[in-house]
Protein backbone atom coordinates (compact mmCIF):
# COMPACT_ATOMS: atom_id res chain seq x y z
CA UNK A 1 0.00 0.00 0.00
CA UNK A 2 2.02 3.21 -1.49
CA UNK A 3 -0.35 6.28 -1.48
CA UNK A 4 -0.34 8.23 2.24
CA UNK A 5 -3.23 7.52 4.96
CA UNK A 6 -4.04 9.83 7.53
CA UNK A 7 -2.10 9.01 10.99
CA UNK A 8 -4.26 7.39 13.37
CA UNK A 9 -6.21 5.36 10.61
CA UNK A 10 -3.73 3.05 9.35
CA UNK A 11 -4.72 -0.67 8.71
CA UNK A 12 -3.10 -2.43 11.05
CA UNK A 13 -3.22 -6.25 11.91
CA UNK A 14 -2.99 -5.47 16.10
CA UNK A 15 -6.03 -6.25 17.32
CA UNK A 16 -6.91 -5.83 21.08
CA UNK A 17 -8.12 -9.42 21.66
CA UNK A 18 -4.50 -10.29 20.66
CA UNK A 19 -2.98 -7.39 22.89
CA UNK A 20 -5.31 -9.24 25.94
CA UNK A 21 -3.21 -12.36 24.25
CA UNK A 22 0.10 -11.31 24.88
CA UNK A 23 -0.35 -10.06 28.10
CA UNK A 24 0.01 -13.01 30.24
CA UNK A 25 2.67 -12.26 32.57
CA UNK A 26 5.33 -14.66 34.23
CA UNK A 27 4.63 -14.72 38.39
CA UNK A 28 7.50 -16.44 39.57
CA UNK A 29 9.58 -19.63 38.34
CA UNK A 30 11.26 -22.97 40.06
CA UNK A 31 13.86 -25.62 39.32
CA UNK A 32 11.67 -28.49 41.07
CA UNK A 33 14.15 -31.95 40.19
CA UNK A 34 14.26 -31.91 36.33
CA UNK A 35 11.01 -30.12 35.99
CA UNK A 36 10.64 -26.07 35.52
CA UNK A 37 7.52 -24.63 36.82
CA UNK A 38 6.43 -20.82 36.07
CA UNK A 39 3.67 -18.99 37.40
CA UNK A 40 1.38 -17.29 34.43
CA UNK A 41 -1.85 -15.10 34.50
CA UNK A 42 -4.28 -15.98 32.49
CA UNK A 43 -6.64 -13.38 30.94
CA UNK A 44 -8.77 -15.61 28.99
CA UNK A 45 -9.50 -17.12 32.45
CA UNK A 46 -10.75 -13.98 34.43
CA UNK A 47 -7.39 -13.26 35.02
CA UNK A 48 -6.40 -16.08 37.24
CA UNK A 49 -2.54 -16.67 38.06
CA UNK A 50 -2.23 -20.69 37.25
CA UNK A 51 0.94 -22.59 37.72
CA UNK A 52 2.69 -24.47 34.47
CA UNK A 53 4.90 -27.35 34.80
CA UNK A 54 7.53 -28.15 31.97
CA UNK A 55 9.12 -31.72 31.87
CA UNK A 56 12.66 -32.71 30.30
CA UNK A 57 11.04 -33.65 27.48
CA UNK A 58 9.44 -29.94 26.64
CA UNK A 59 6.08 -31.34 27.31
CA UNK A 60 4.16 -28.54 29.40
CA UNK A 61 0.77 -29.14 31.62
CA UNK A 62 -0.87 -27.08 34.14
CA UNK A 63 -0.30 -27.72 38.17
CA UNK A 64 -3.22 -25.59 39.17
CA UNK A 65 -6.72 -26.09 37.83
CA UNK A 66 -9.50 -23.90 37.24
CA UNK A 67 -10.84 -22.17 39.41
CA UNK A 68 -7.50 -21.50 41.53
CA UNK A 69 -5.35 -18.93 41.20
CA UNK A 70 -2.08 -18.30 43.00
CA UNK A 71 -2.74 -14.60 44.21
CA UNK A 72 -2.38 -12.79 47.27
CA UNK A 73 -3.58 -9.83 49.07
CA UNK A 74 -0.86 -8.77 51.37
CA UNK A 75 -0.24 -4.80 50.80
CA UNK A 76 -3.22 -5.48 47.79
CA UNK A 77 0.02 -6.12 45.75
CA UNK A 78 0.78 -9.28 46.78
CA UNK A 79 3.49 -11.24 45.43
CA UNK A 80 5.16 -14.69 46.18
CA UNK A 81 1.90 -16.15 46.08
CA UNK A 82 3.65 -19.83 45.04
CA UNK A 83 6.96 -22.10 45.58
CA UNK A 84 7.76 -25.58 45.43
CA UNK A 85 8.08 -27.66 48.94
CA UNK A 86 9.53 -31.18 48.12
CA UNK A 87 7.73 -31.28 45.08
CA UNK A 88 4.29 -30.08 46.27
CA UNK A 89 2.77 -27.12 45.18
CA UNK A 90 2.44 -24.53 48.21
CA UNK A 91 0.20 -21.62 47.25
CA UNK A 92 -1.92 -18.87 48.70
CA UNK A 93 -5.46 -18.98 47.43
CA UNK A 94 -6.95 -16.08 45.82
CA UNK A 95 -10.39 -16.68 46.86
CA UNK A 96 -9.53 -17.50 50.76
CA UNK A 97 -6.02 -16.39 50.96
CA UNK A 98 -5.36 -19.83 52.84
CA UNK A 99 -2.05 -21.02 51.96
CA UNK A 100 -2.66 -24.87 50.03
CA UNK A 101 -0.50 -27.86 49.15
CA UNK A 102 -1.16 -29.72 46.15
CA UNK A 103 0.77 -32.75 45.21
CA UNK A 104 0.53 -32.79 40.86
CA UNK A 105 -2.29 -34.97 39.76
CA UNK A 106 -3.67 -34.23 43.38
CA UNK A 107 -6.68 -32.57 45.37
CA UNK A 108 -5.25 -29.76 47.38
CA UNK A 109 -5.21 -29.45 51.52
CA UNK A 110 -4.77 -26.82 53.43
CA UNK A 111 -1.90 -25.64 55.54
CA UNK A 112 -2.89 -22.63 57.54
CA UNK A 113 -6.34 -22.64 59.19
CA UNK A 114 -9.38 -21.03 57.99
CA UNK A 115 -8.99 -17.47 59.16
CA UNK A 116 -10.77 -14.09 57.13
CA UNK A 117 -8.22 -11.76 58.44
CA UNK A 118 -5.12 -13.43 57.85
CA UNK A 119 -3.06 -13.51 54.13
CA UNK A 120 0.28 -14.94 53.26
CA UNK A 121 2.67 -14.16 50.76
CA UNK A 122 6.53 -14.60 49.94
CA UNK A 123 6.43 -17.86 49.77
CA UNK A 124 10.08 -19.24 50.75
CA UNK A 125 10.98 -23.01 51.29
CA UNK A 126 14.81 -23.35 52.29
CA UNK A 127 16.40 -26.00 54.72
CA UNK A 128 13.13 -27.54 54.75
CA UNK A 129 11.23 -25.07 56.06
CA UNK A 130 8.32 -23.19 54.86
CA UNK A 131 8.03 -19.27 55.65
CA UNK A 132 5.48 -16.80 54.46
CA UNK A 133 4.79 -13.11 55.60
CA UNK A 134 1.55 -12.89 57.06
CA UNK A 135 -0.69 -9.81 57.26
CA UNK A 136 -4.02 -9.70 59.59
CA UNK A 137 -6.50 -7.64 59.71
CA UNK A 138 -8.09 -7.28 63.09
CA UNK A 139 -9.34 -4.27 63.32
CA UNK A 140 -6.52 -2.42 64.13
CA UNK A 141 -5.41 1.14 62.06
CA UNK A 142 -2.09 -0.86 60.28
CA UNK A 143 -2.40 -4.82 60.11
CA UNK A 144 0.22 -6.83 62.32
CA UNK A 145 2.52 -8.42 60.03
CA UNK A 146 5.48 -11.25 60.74
CA UNK A 147 7.10 -13.97 59.08
CA UNK A 148 5.41 -17.34 60.16
CA UNK A 149 6.79 -20.79 59.45
CA UNK A 150 4.20 -23.01 58.03
CA UNK A 151 4.49 -26.21 58.88
CA UNK A 152 4.04 -28.61 55.72
CA UNK A 153 2.22 -32.07 57.10
CA UNK A 154 -1.02 -29.49 57.41
CA UNK A 155 -1.35 -29.55 60.95
CA UNK A 156 -1.69 -25.85 61.13
CA UNK A 157 -4.91 -26.07 59.52
CA UNK A 158 -6.89 -27.01 62.67
CA UNK A 159 -4.24 -25.87 64.98
CA UNK A 160 -3.97 -22.05 64.45
CA UNK A 161 -0.94 -22.49 67.42
CA UNK A 162 1.34 -24.70 64.86
CA UNK A 163 1.96 -21.22 62.82
CA UNK A 164 4.83 -20.00 64.95
CA UNK A 165 5.43 -16.29 64.54
CA UNK A 166 9.35 -16.59 63.60
CA UNK A 167 10.37 -12.52 63.30
CA UNK A 168 8.28 -9.64 63.73
CA UNK A 169 8.44 -6.53 65.30
CA UNK A 170 7.89 -3.70 62.55
CA UNK A 171 4.90 -2.52 60.35
CA UNK A 172 6.44 -4.37 56.87
CA UNK A 173 8.28 -7.31 56.98
CA UNK A 174 9.55 -8.69 53.17
CA UNK A 175 11.65 -11.04 51.51
CA UNK A 176 13.11 -14.12 54.70
CA UNK A 177 15.31 -15.89 53.76
CA UNK A 178 17.20 -18.88 56.29
CA UNK A 179 20.37 -20.01 55.71
CA UNK A 180 21.29 -23.27 54.28
CA UNK A 181 21.97 -24.87 57.73
CA UNK A 182 18.36 -23.98 59.06
CA UNK A 183 20.18 -21.87 61.95
CA UNK A 184 19.79 -18.41 61.27
CA UNK A 185 17.13 -15.88 59.11
CA UNK A 186 17.87 -12.76 57.32
CA UNK A 187 14.72 -10.45 56.15
CA UNK A 188 14.13 -7.02 55.34
CA UNK A 189 12.00 -4.99 57.97
CA UNK A 190 10.71 -0.62 57.51
CA UNK A 191 7.79 1.27 59.35
CA UNK A 192 6.11 3.84 58.69
CA UNK A 193 6.11 6.06 56.76
CA UNK A 194 8.87 4.73 54.70
CA UNK A 195 8.55 3.00 51.67
CA UNK A 196 10.88 -0.05 51.15
CA UNK A 197 12.58 2.05 48.58
CA UNK A 198 13.04 4.85 50.66
CA UNK A 199 14.41 2.89 54.12
CA UNK A 200 14.65 -0.38 55.36
CA UNK A 201 16.45 -2.68 57.60
CA UNK A 202 18.23 -5.53 56.50
CA UNK A 203 17.73 -7.74 59.86
CA UNK A 204 19.63 -11.04 60.43
CA UNK A 205 19.25 -13.43 63.52
CA UNK A 206 19.97 -16.55 64.84
CA UNK A 207 17.48 -19.19 65.32
CA UNK A 208 16.84 -20.10 68.48
CA UNK A 209 13.43 -22.42 69.95
CA UNK A 210 12.23 -21.40 66.27
CA UNK A 211 12.49 -17.93 66.31
CA UNK A 212 14.60 -15.21 65.54
CA UNK A 213 16.56 -14.42 68.26
CA UNK A 214 18.47 -11.02 68.92
CA UNK A 215 17.97 -9.51 65.28
CA UNK A 216 21.10 -7.48 64.48
CA UNK A 217 20.81 -4.35 61.15
CA UNK A 218 23.72 -5.30 59.22
CA UNK A 219 22.86 -2.38 56.63
CA UNK A 220 23.60 1.73 56.66
CA UNK A 221 21.10 4.03 57.94
CA UNK A 222 19.20 5.43 55.79
CA UNK A 223 19.89 2.99 52.97
CA UNK A 224 17.17 0.85 51.15
CA UNK A 225 18.83 -2.53 51.46
CA UNK A 226 16.68 -5.56 49.31
CA UNK A 227 16.99 -9.24 48.72
CA UNK A 228 19.34 -11.19 50.96
CA UNK A 229 20.66 -14.12 49.91
CA UNK A 230 22.78 -17.06 52.11
CA UNK A 231 25.94 -17.69 49.93
CA UNK A 232 27.71 -19.35 52.86
CA UNK A 233 26.72 -20.35 56.26
CA UNK A 234 27.89 -17.29 57.88
CA UNK A 235 27.55 -15.02 55.04
CA UNK A 236 24.91 -13.10 53.17
CA UNK A 237 24.63 -11.12 49.96
CA UNK A 238 22.13 -8.42 49.29
CA UNK A 239 21.72 -5.39 47.74
CA UNK A 240 21.84 -2.04 48.96
CA UNK A 241 22.28 1.52 47.81
CA UNK A 242 24.52 4.07 50.36
CA UNK A 243 26.32 4.76 47.00
CA UNK A 244 22.98 6.48 45.16
CA UNK A 245 22.79 3.23 43.38
CA UNK A 246 21.29 -0.95 44.30
CA UNK A 247 24.33 -2.89 44.14
CA UNK A 248 25.94 -5.93 45.70
CA UNK A 249 26.75 -5.78 48.89
CA UNK A 250 28.00 -8.91 51.23
CA UNK A 251 28.32 -9.45 54.80
CA UNK A 252 30.12 -11.96 56.31
CA UNK A 253 29.75 -12.55 60.06
CA UNK A 254 30.68 -9.58 62.28
CA UNK A 255 32.67 -8.16 59.36
CA UNK A 256 31.96 -4.52 57.79
CA UNK A 257 30.07 -5.38 54.78
CA UNK A 258 31.75 -4.99 51.26
CA UNK A 259 30.88 -3.91 48.14
CA UNK A 260 30.93 -6.41 45.10
CA UNK A 261 31.83 -4.99 41.44
CA UNK A 262 30.33 -1.46 41.92
CA UNK A 263 28.68 -0.31 38.75
CA UNK A 264 26.56 3.12 37.72
CA UNK A 265 23.61 0.33 37.49
CA UNK A 266 20.89 -0.48 40.03
CA UNK A 267 20.50 -4.47 40.51
CA UNK A 268 17.03 -3.51 42.70
CA UNK A 269 13.85 -1.76 42.03
CA UNK A 270 10.84 -0.56 43.86
CA UNK A 271 9.34 -3.47 45.86
CA UNK A 272 6.08 -3.40 44.88
CA UNK A 273 5.64 -7.09 45.00
CA UNK A 274 6.94 -9.88 47.62
CA UNK A 275 8.67 -12.14 44.90
CA UNK A 276 10.82 -9.67 43.00
CA UNK A 277 14.40 -10.91 42.77
CA UNK A 278 17.08 -9.20 41.46
CA UNK A 279 20.00 -11.76 41.75
CA UNK A 280 20.91 -15.20 42.55
CA UNK A 281 23.75 -16.88 43.62
CA UNK A 282 25.43 -19.97 41.49
CA UNK A 283 26.76 -23.13 43.52
CA UNK A 284 30.29 -22.28 42.24
CA UNK A 285 29.79 -18.42 43.65
CA UNK A 286 28.94 -16.62 40.34
CA UNK A 287 26.24 -14.53 40.56
CA UNK A 288 23.27 -13.70 37.97
CA UNK A 289 21.94 -9.83 38.04
CA UNK A 290 19.73 -7.37 36.64
CA UNK A 291 21.22 -4.30 36.13
CA UNK A 292 19.33 -1.14 35.29
CA UNK A 293 20.56 2.15 33.95
CA UNK A 294 17.45 2.81 31.61
CA UNK A 295 17.65 -0.43 30.02
CA UNK A 296 17.87 -3.63 31.61
CA UNK A 297 20.12 -6.07 31.09
CA UNK A 298 21.52 -9.79 32.57
CA UNK A 299 25.49 -10.47 33.67
CA UNK A 300 27.66 -12.77 35.51
CA UNK A 301 28.93 -11.44 38.28
CA UNK A 302 32.57 -13.41 39.27
CA UNK A 303 34.53 -11.41 41.43
CA UNK A 304 35.03 -8.24 39.93
CA UNK A 305 34.58 -9.62 36.52
CA UNK A 306 31.13 -8.86 35.14
CA UNK A 307 30.41 -10.27 31.70
CA UNK A 308 27.00 -9.56 29.83
CA UNK A 309 24.89 -12.52 29.62
CA UNK A 310 23.28 -13.26 25.84
CA UNK A 311 19.60 -12.78 27.18
CA UNK A 312 17.52 -10.30 25.16
CA UNK A 313 15.67 -9.06 28.22
CA UNK A 314 15.79 -5.46 28.21
CA UNK A 315 13.10 -4.69 30.49
CA UNK A 316 11.39 -5.91 33.85
CA UNK A 317 13.86 -8.18 34.39
CA UNK A 318 13.80 -10.68 37.10
CA UNK A 319 15.95 -13.48 38.19
CA UNK A 320 13.48 -15.88 39.23
CA UNK A 321 15.50 -19.10 40.67
CA UNK A 322 19.12 -20.58 40.32
CA UNK A 323 20.70 -24.35 40.85
CA UNK A 324 23.85 -25.40 40.50
CA UNK A 325 25.07 -23.12 37.18
CA UNK A 326 21.34 -22.37 36.24
CA UNK A 327 19.15 -19.16 36.09
CA UNK A 328 15.56 -18.91 35.33
CA UNK A 329 15.04 -15.21 33.97
CA UNK A 330 11.94 -13.30 33.31
CA UNK A 331 11.11 -10.24 31.61
CA UNK A 332 10.39 -8.38 27.80
CA UNK A 333 12.90 -8.03 25.30
CA UNK A 334 12.65 -4.97 22.68
CA UNK A 335 9.76 -5.96 21.11
CA UNK A 336 8.08 -5.87 24.46
CA UNK A 337 7.61 -10.07 24.33
CA UNK A 338 7.23 -10.87 27.94
CA UNK A 339 8.68 -14.25 28.71
CA UNK A 340 10.90 -17.08 30.62
CA UNK A 341 14.64 -17.96 29.69
CA UNK A 342 16.71 -21.02 31.03
CA UNK A 343 20.29 -19.72 31.42
CA UNK A 344 22.54 -22.65 31.48
CA UNK A 345 26.12 -21.28 32.49
CA UNK A 346 27.87 -24.77 33.09
CA UNK A 347 30.42 -23.40 30.45
CA UNK A 348 32.15 -21.10 31.85
CA UNK A 349 33.08 -19.57 28.43
CA UNK A 350 29.82 -19.93 26.91
CA UNK A 351 26.63 -19.67 28.52
CA UNK A 352 23.62 -21.17 27.28
CA UNK A 353 19.88 -19.43 26.73
CA UNK A 354 16.76 -21.36 26.04
CA UNK A 355 13.54 -19.12 25.78
CA UNK A 356 11.11 -21.51 27.66
CA UNK A 357 7.86 -20.11 27.82
CA UNK A 358 6.55 -16.69 26.19
CA UNK A 359 6.69 -16.51 22.32
CA UNK A 360 4.94 -14.28 19.46
CA UNK A 361 3.95 -10.34 20.49
CA UNK A 362 2.22 -10.65 17.11
CA UNK A 363 3.39 -10.33 13.32
CA UNK A 364 6.29 -10.05 12.82
CA UNK A 365 9.39 -8.07 14.09
CA UNK A 366 8.88 -5.16 11.18
CA UNK A 367 5.97 -4.63 12.75
CA UNK A 368 6.78 -3.10 15.96
CA UNK A 369 8.63 0.08 16.60
CA UNK A 370 12.83 0.28 17.95
CA UNK A 371 12.56 2.69 21.59
CA UNK A 372 14.65 5.72 20.89
CA UNK A 373 16.19 6.56 24.18
CA UNK A 374 15.63 10.34 24.52
CA UNK A 375 16.76 13.01 27.41
CA UNK A 376 15.25 16.14 27.67
CA UNK A 377 15.83 19.42 29.76
CA UNK A 378 13.17 20.07 31.75
CA UNK A 379 13.03 22.49 34.65
CA UNK A 380 14.32 20.21 37.83
CA UNK A 381 16.84 18.12 35.49
CA UNK A 382 17.15 16.17 32.56
CA UNK A 383 13.74 13.69 31.70
CA UNK A 384 14.12 10.19 30.57
CA UNK A 385 11.85 8.71 28.40
CA UNK A 386 11.76 6.31 25.20
CA UNK A 387 9.92 7.36 22.27
CA UNK A 388 7.75 4.98 19.73
CA UNK A 389 7.54 6.47 16.09
CA UNK A 390 4.03 5.16 13.79
CA UNK A 391 5.60 2.44 12.29
CA UNK A 392 3.81 -0.09 9.70
CA UNK A 393 5.82 -1.22 6.73
CA UNK A 394 2.79 -1.50 4.40
CA UNK A 395 1.93 2.42 4.97
CA UNK A 396 3.55 5.55 3.19
CA UNK A 397 3.17 8.36 5.89
CA UNK A 398 1.90 11.73 4.69
CA UNK A 399 4.51 14.38 4.21
CA UNK A 400 2.77 17.41 5.08
CA UNK A 401 1.38 15.92 8.55
CA UNK A 402 2.98 15.47 11.78
CA UNK A 403 1.85 12.11 13.89
CA UNK A 404 -0.41 12.29 16.86
CA UNK A 405 1.36 11.39 20.13
CA UNK A 406 0.14 9.09 23.21
CA UNK A 407 2.21 10.01 26.12
CA UNK A 408 2.29 6.99 28.63
CA UNK A 409 2.96 7.85 32.14
CA UNK A 410 3.84 4.76 34.55
CA UNK A 411 1.99 4.68 38.18
CA UNK A 412 4.07 3.74 41.68
CA UNK A 413 5.08 6.84 41.09
CA UNK A 414 8.08 4.76 41.97
CA UNK A 415 8.21 2.67 39.37
CA UNK A 416 10.01 2.43 35.90
CA UNK A 417 9.82 1.38 32.12
CA UNK A 418 12.35 0.21 30.09
CA UNK A 419 12.37 0.52 26.20
CA UNK A 420 10.41 -2.62 25.50
CA UNK A 421 7.50 -2.04 22.39
CA UNK A 422 4.77 -3.76 24.06
CA UNK A 423 1.79 -5.48 21.96
CA UNK A 424 -0.01 -2.48 23.39
CA UNK A 425 2.27 0.07 21.97
CA UNK A 426 2.48 -1.32 18.64
CA UNK A 427 -1.35 -1.63 18.40
CA UNK A 428 -0.69 2.64 18.60
CA UNK A 429 2.02 2.86 16.19
CA UNK A 430 1.50 0.79 13.80
CA UNK A 431 -2.31 2.70 13.33
CA UNK A 432 -0.06 5.97 13.16
CA UNK A 433 -0.16 6.92 16.36
CA UNK A 434 3.45 7.38 18.29
CA UNK A 435 3.73 6.81 21.45
CA UNK A 436 6.45 8.03 24.26
CA UNK A 437 7.14 6.35 27.78
CA UNK A 438 7.89 8.80 30.11
CA UNK A 439 10.73 7.37 33.22
CA UNK A 440 9.54 11.02 35.60
CA UNK A 441 11.58 12.09 38.26
CA UNK A 442 10.85 9.62 40.88
CA UNK A 443 11.34 6.72 38.37
CA UNK A 444 13.73 3.85 39.56
CA UNK A 445 16.32 2.89 37.23
CA UNK A 446 18.42 5.84 37.56
CA UNK A 447 19.76 5.67 40.96
CA UNK A 448 18.47 7.68 44.38
CA UNK A 449 18.97 11.25 43.39
CA UNK A 450 16.64 11.03 40.27
CA UNK A 451 13.98 9.14 42.27
CA UNK A 452 14.54 11.46 45.35
CA UNK A 453 13.87 14.28 43.02
CA UNK A 454 10.06 13.44 43.19
CA UNK A 455 10.25 13.84 47.41
CA UNK A 456 7.65 16.68 48.37
CA UNK A 457 7.19 17.21 45.08
CA UNK A 458 4.89 14.74 43.92
CA UNK A 459 2.09 16.97 41.40
CA UNK A 460 4.68 19.48 40.57
CA UNK A 461 7.98 17.27 39.39
CA UNK A 462 5.82 14.66 37.63
CA UNK A 463 3.80 17.19 35.62
CA UNK A 464 6.90 19.20 34.63
CA UNK A 465 9.01 16.51 33.97
CA UNK A 466 5.71 14.77 30.96
CA UNK A 467 5.57 18.22 29.59
CA UNK A 468 9.07 18.68 28.86
CA UNK A 469 9.65 15.03 27.47
CA UNK A 470 6.71 15.96 25.12
CA UNK A 471 7.62 19.63 24.32
CA UNK A 472 10.99 18.15 23.83
CA UNK A 473 8.84 15.60 20.91
CA UNK A 474 7.60 18.67 19.30
CA UNK A 475 9.93 20.72 19.12
CA UNK A 476 11.92 18.33 17.40
CA UNK A 477 9.69 17.87 14.84
CA UNK A 478 8.41 14.43 15.39
CA UNK A 479 4.55 15.03 16.76
CA UNK A 480 2.22 17.41 16.31
CA UNK A 481 1.97 19.38 18.94
CA UNK A 482 -1.98 20.18 18.80
CA UNK A 483 -2.60 16.17 18.97
CA UNK A 484 -0.55 15.05 21.88
CA UNK A 485 -2.60 13.07 24.20
CA UNK A 486 -1.65 11.61 27.83
CA UNK A 487 -2.71 7.91 29.33
CA UNK A 488 -1.38 7.13 32.95
CA UNK A 489 -3.07 4.58 35.66
CA UNK A 490 -3.14 5.15 39.47
CA UNK A 491 -0.61 7.86 40.01
CA UNK A 492 0.20 8.18 36.42
CA UNK A 493 -3.44 8.78 36.33
CA UNK A 494 -2.64 11.58 39.24
CA UNK A 495 -0.17 12.76 36.79
CA UNK A 496 -2.39 12.83 33.79
CA UNK A 497 -5.30 14.55 35.69
CA UNK A 498 -2.80 17.44 37.17
CA UNK A 499 -1.48 17.87 33.99
CA UNK A 500 -4.66 18.46 32.05
CA UNK A 501 -5.38 21.18 34.54
CA UNK A 502 -1.76 22.64 35.27
CA UNK A 503 -0.10 23.01 31.38
CA UNK A 504 -1.61 23.37 27.85
CA UNK A 505 0.80 20.66 26.58
CA UNK A 506 -2.03 17.75 25.88
CA UNK A 507 -4.52 17.52 23.60
CA UNK A 508 -6.97 14.69 25.77
CA UNK A 509 -6.59 12.77 28.71
CA UNK A 510 -6.80 9.12 29.46
CA UNK A 511 -6.94 8.39 33.23
CA UNK A 512 -7.26 4.26 34.46
CA UNK A 513 -7.95 4.59 38.33
CA UNK A 514 -6.42 7.75 38.78
CA UNK A 515 -6.10 9.81 41.67
CA UNK A 516 -7.97 13.20 42.11
CA UNK A 517 -7.94 13.70 45.75
CA UNK A 518 -5.04 13.20 47.39
CA UNK A 519 -6.67 13.97 50.68
CA UNK A 520 -9.10 11.09 49.82
CA UNK A 521 -6.31 8.80 48.90
CA UNK A 522 -4.46 9.46 52.10
CA UNK A 523 -7.81 8.44 54.07
CA UNK A 524 -9.03 5.56 52.00
CA UNK A 525 -6.25 3.89 50.62
CA UNK A 526 -4.59 0.67 51.86
CA UNK A 527 -2.40 0.18 55.06
CA UNK A 528 0.85 -0.31 52.96
CA UNK A 529 0.75 2.78 50.84
CA UNK A 530 -1.21 4.89 53.76
CA UNK A 531 2.13 6.69 54.46
CA UNK A 532 3.68 7.43 51.01
CA UNK A 533 1.89 10.57 50.85
CA UNK A 534 3.87 11.75 53.69
CA UNK A 535 7.11 11.62 51.35
CA UNK A 536 5.40 12.43 48.42
CA UNK A 537 3.69 15.75 49.30
CA UNK A 538 4.14 15.71 53.17
CA UNK A 539 2.66 14.91 56.65
CA UNK A 540 -0.78 15.58 57.41
CA UNK A 541 -2.14 17.37 58.81
CA UNK A 542 0.31 19.90 58.49
CA UNK A 543 0.70 19.60 54.49
CA UNK A 544 -3.40 19.61 54.24
CA UNK A 545 -2.81 22.92 52.22
CA UNK A 546 -0.48 21.58 49.87
CA UNK A 547 -2.81 18.27 49.60
CA UNK A 548 -5.91 20.73 48.76
CA UNK A 549 -3.72 22.84 46.40
CA UNK A 550 -2.06 20.13 44.12
CA UNK A 551 -5.36 17.75 43.84
CA UNK A 552 -6.29 17.89 40.45
CA UNK A 553 -9.95 18.28 41.69
CA UNK A 554 -9.58 21.28 43.51
CA UNK A 555 -8.80 23.18 40.18
CA UNK A 556 -11.32 21.30 38.02
CA UNK A 557 -12.45 24.22 36.70
CA UNK A 558 -9.51 23.95 34.42
CA UNK A 559 -10.47 20.74 32.81
CA UNK A 560 -11.11 21.79 29.30
CA UNK A 561 -9.94 19.09 26.65
CA UNK A 562 -11.92 15.63 26.15
CA UNK A 563 -11.10 12.83 28.78
CA UNK A 564 -11.30 9.42 29.08
CA UNK A 565 -11.74 7.19 32.39
CA UNK A 566 -12.03 3.62 33.08
CA UNK A 567 -12.40 2.15 36.45
CA UNK A 568 -12.87 -0.94 38.49
CA UNK A 569 -15.55 -1.51 40.30
CA UNK A 570 -13.60 -3.39 43.52
CA UNK A 571 -10.53 -1.07 43.40
CA UNK A 572 -9.27 -0.96 47.10
CA UNK A 573 -6.11 1.38 46.22
CA UNK A 574 -7.68 4.01 44.79
CA UNK A 575 -11.89 3.53 45.10
CA UNK A 576 -14.25 4.20 42.23
CA UNK A 577 -15.68 7.37 43.87
CA UNK A 578 -12.29 9.38 42.84
CA UNK A 579 -13.08 8.52 39.64
CA UNK A 580 -16.85 9.26 39.98
CA UNK A 581 -15.93 12.98 40.75
CA UNK A 582 -13.68 13.28 38.12
CA UNK A 583 -16.62 12.33 36.17
CA UNK A 584 -18.93 14.61 38.03
CA UNK A 585 -16.87 17.88 37.51
CA UNK A 586 -16.29 16.98 33.82
CA UNK A 587 -20.14 16.91 33.84
CA UNK A 588 -20.55 20.21 35.50
CA UNK A 589 -18.32 22.01 32.80
CA UNK A 590 -19.15 20.54 29.97
CA UNK A 591 -16.03 18.88 29.02
CA UNK A 592 -16.43 16.04 26.49
CA UNK A 593 -15.80 12.56 28.23
CA UNK A 594 -16.66 9.09 28.65
CA UNK A 595 -16.57 7.06 32.08
CA UNK A 596 -16.09 2.95 32.27
CA UNK A 597 -16.63 0.91 34.97
CA UNK A 598 -15.66 -2.61 34.88
CA UNK A 599 -17.96 -4.25 37.28
CA UNK A 600 -15.28 -7.23 39.75
CA UNK A 601 -12.10 -5.49 38.17
CA UNK A 602 -9.81 -3.93 40.79
CA UNK A 603 -6.65 -1.99 40.74
CA UNK A 604 -5.22 -2.86 37.17
CA UNK A 605 -7.06 -4.55 34.51
CA UNK A 606 -7.03 -8.51 34.81
CA UNK A 607 -9.80 -9.93 32.71
CA UNK A 608 -9.18 -10.57 28.64
CA UNK A 609 -12.66 -8.67 28.04
CA UNK A 610 -11.80 -5.78 30.09
CA UNK A 611 -8.96 -5.45 28.39
CA UNK A 612 -10.20 -5.74 24.93
CA UNK A 613 -12.62 -3.51 25.93
CA UNK A 614 -10.30 -0.56 27.72
CA UNK A 615 -8.11 -1.07 24.75
CA UNK A 616 -10.92 -0.17 21.88
CA UNK A 617 -11.84 2.37 23.86
CA UNK A 618 -8.53 3.87 24.29
CA UNK A 619 -8.23 3.97 20.64
CA UNK A 620 -11.77 5.26 19.61
CA UNK A 621 -11.16 8.08 22.13
CA UNK A 622 -8.61 8.93 20.61
CA UNK A 623 -9.84 9.19 16.99
CA UNK A 624 -13.14 11.40 18.47
CA UNK A 625 -10.72 13.79 20.25
CA UNK A 626 -8.35 14.19 17.34
CA UNK A 627 -10.90 13.85 14.00
CA UNK A 628 -9.78 10.65 12.34
CA UNK A 629 -11.03 7.51 11.43
CA UNK A 630 -11.06 4.41 13.64
CA UNK A 631 -13.04 1.74 11.68
CA UNK A 632 -12.27 -1.52 13.19
CA UNK A 633 -13.10 -0.41 16.61
CA UNK A 634 -17.01 0.29 18.01
CA UNK A 635 -17.59 4.31 17.74
CA UNK A 636 -17.13 6.00 21.41
CA UNK A 637 -19.66 8.42 22.43
CA UNK A 638 -18.02 11.46 23.57
CA UNK A 639 -20.87 12.87 26.58
Do not use: C
Amino acid sequence: MDSPLPYGSWPSPFRATSVAAASPRTDGARFVGDDIWWGQTMPSEGGRTTVLRRRPDGSIDDLLPAPLSARSRVHEYGGGAWTAADGELVFSEKSDQRVWALTPGGRPRPLTPDDPSARFAGLTWGAGTLLAVRERHEGAPVPARDIVRIPLDGSAADDADRLVSVAGGTDFVAQPAISPDGARLAWVAWNHPDMPWDRTQLRIAEIVDGRASAPRTINARGTAALQPVWTAPNEVTYSDDPTGRWNLWRADGDAAPVALAPADADTGGALWVLGTRWFGALDDGRLVAVRTNGADELVMVDGDRVDPLPVPIVAGAAVEDVSTTRALVSGATASGGAGLWLVDASDLGAPTVERLAGGSNGPGPEWFPTARSITAPGPHGPVHAFAYPPTNPEVTAPADEKPPYLVLVHGGPTSHVGPAASAKIAYFTSRGIGVLDVNYGGSTGYGRPYRDRLRGQWGVVDVDDVAAAATALSDDGLADPSRIAIEGGSAGGWTVLSALVRTDVFAAGISRYGVGDARALAADTHDFEARYLDGLIGPLPEAEPLYIERSPLTSADRFRVPMLILQGSEDAVVPPAQAEAIRDALVARGVPHAYVLYDGEGHGFRTAETIVHALESELAFLGAAFGFDTPDVPELTLD
